[in-house]
């Protein structure tokens, strides 16, 4: 790896902060699903992805579909962290004339490569991107969030199995597996089951992971692109609003309110963490 463990765990951490001062700036937001796909984040952006923040419609670029687009505040700290805008744009979430929605915009934010956030449709446009890599040659790969939630989706398994028999191997998707959803958890909702082995059903190279360790999450990143048959699933068994004690593993942190003493509260959360 180009940085070390404690260097990438450092890094989450302060893009943990980043997201939620965003969110407090607004007063409310999707804090959990925001919060438990840092660490991936960090290791797609600091570690794997070849990506140019001066450059961010760079040709032959990877590129990332956050499907489960409502944690676009997380992929907003690691995109400001980044370089790929000014750090002050994370204060104007939501509001008017702001770069920065609470859904992913590619007409509005740069390093954003695919408009999300009606669940279900980003895995499809991260398959057709891997697609049309292959039509060009040009060596890229796309990577793409679903949530567990989202997961309960038809179209996430439509893509999923024209994925397989086209065979991308270029294209590695992060299930994040945090086990709630807005109304409830999802097993209550509409159980996934044993999510990985449904997937291995479908045709795809599974792997399974703690979704908060960045060297496992590297590992499995670089295992994935050792499979060129096969489009690649890693589940990440993650805790929903990771970093606030408070909140996490909880339905409530879906979406809720944020204070100013929340944010005191939240970051202090993630200091001692």
């Not at 796909?37 to 140019?52: G, K, R, S």
């Not at 409502?70 to 992929?75: E, K, S, V």
């Not at 390093?111 to 449709?121: K, R, Y």
């Not at 989202?150 to 590695?172: D, F, H």
Request: aromatic share 6%; glycine share 10%; charged share 25%.
């Amino acid at each position: 790896m180009k940085h070390s463990v404690q260097e990438l765990n450092d890094i989450a951490k302060e893009a943990r902060r980043v997201t939620m001062k965003c969110i407090a700036s607004l007063g409310k937001g999707h804090v959990g699903g925001a919060l438990d796909i840092v660490d991936a984040l960090t290791v797609l952006y600091y570690e794997e992805m070849n990506i140019d923040p001066a450059n961010p419609k760079m040709a032959g670029r990877d590129r990332l579909v956050l499907s489960k687009g409502h944690g676009g505040p997380g992929l907003y700290a690691i995109l400001a962290l980044k370089g790929f805008f000014d750090m002050k744009e994370i204060y104007t979430l939501n509001k008017p004339g702001t770069m920065l929605h609470s859904h992913c915009d590619r007409l509005l934010t740069p390093g954003i490569d695919m408009t999300t956030g009606s669940l279900g449709q980003g895995l499809s446009a991260a398959v057709g991107m891997a697609l049309a890599d292959r039509i060009d040659g040009n060596g890229a790969r796309v990577y793409c969030i679903i949530g567990d939630g989202e997961s309960q989706e038809g179209q996430i398994w439509e893509a999923g199995m024209y994925a397989a028999q086209m065979k991308l191997g270029s294209l590695t998707c992060f299930l994040d597996l945090n086990g709630q959803q807005i109304d409830a958890s999802v097993d209550e909702v509409n159980s996934l089951l044993d999510a990985g082995e449904k997937w291995r059903a479908f045709g795809w190279n599974v792997q399974e992971v703690n979704g908060h360790d960045v060297q496992a999450i590297y590992d499995a990143v670089e295992a994935a692109k050792t499979c060129t048959d096969k489009p690649n699933m890693i589940v990440m068994h993650t805790v929903k609003g990771k970093g606030w004690k408070r909140i996490e593993g909880t339905t409530m942190s879906h979406s809720l309110s944020v204070s100013a003493d929340d944010l005191a509260e939240a970051l202090n959360d993630i200091d001692k963490e």
